[in-house]
């Protein structure tokens, strides 16, 4: 069974207190997804990538600008073989970690994202990342939309307000969405 691994903007910016738009307590979930990066058969990271007037700037303070620092990921989190598809229609490359790049919260806004799943031939998924009531809740229900199982893990996944992040993860459930912790996959 091929399980592929949807770790979800862990980007400097989001995760460490310096960031331009840090999720508080996010720094904790590092060591987490770099093991599960590490451990993952295969990773698909999703990253903001954002232009300088990006319009998503509209509702979000500026974040994750193109090749700045707050855009990247921290380095434990890397793979060596990986690979960027940019959110411009481009050929599906695969390698053990795919950096998706996005510009708006949906990570099915980028148009390659149904051709890397065919390419991908996934039997289920696991997310994880921040944030759980934005971009984890659309990337965990879009999964789930494709008829694959998908199980998110509970604590490798950070929000902003508790309240709306305990929705989001009912309404995955409640899908059929599987819920469970990544010391799960460990064992």
Same mark, same amino acid.
């Given at each position: 069974m091929k399980t592929v691994f949807f770790d979800i903007d862990t980007q400097i910016d989001f995760l460490y207190p310096a960031g331009a738009l840090y999720v508080p307590g996010s720094e904790?979930?590092?060591?987490?997804?770099?093991?599960?990066?590490?451990?993952?058969?295969?990773?698909?990271s999703t990253t903001c990538a954002h232009a300088e007037n990006?319009?998503?700037f509209q509702q979000w303070p500026p974040h994750c600008v193109r090749d700045t620092a707050g +855009? *990247?990921?921290?380095q434990s989190t890397l793979l060596a073989e990986r690979v960027t598809i940019p959110t411009a229609p481009c050929a599906i490359s695969l390698a053990r970690q795919i950096i998706l790049e996005k510009q708006q919260l949906d990570l099915f806004t980028n148009p390659n994202l149904p051709d890397l799943l065919?390419?991908?031939?996934a039997d289920e998924y696991v997310v994880y990342g921040v944030v759980t009531e934005y971009c984890v809740g659309l990337a965990a229900l879009g999964?789930?939309?494709t008829g694959?199982?998908?199980?998110?893990?509970?604590?490798?996944? +950070? *929000?902003?307000?508790?309240?709306?992040?305990?929705?989001?993860?009912q309404d995955f459930a409640s899908r059929g969405g599987k819920l469970s912790e990544s010391v799960t996959l460990f064992s």
């Open positions: 904790r979930l590092v060591p987490v997804i770099s093991r599960l990066n590490q451990q993952a058969q295969v990773v698909v990006d319009p998503e +855009q *990247s990921k921290p065919k390419a991908l031939q999964l789930l939309a694959k199982p998908v199980t998110l893990l509970t604590d490798a996944i +950070q *929000s902003l307000r508790d309240e709306d992040a305990a929705k989001t993860v």
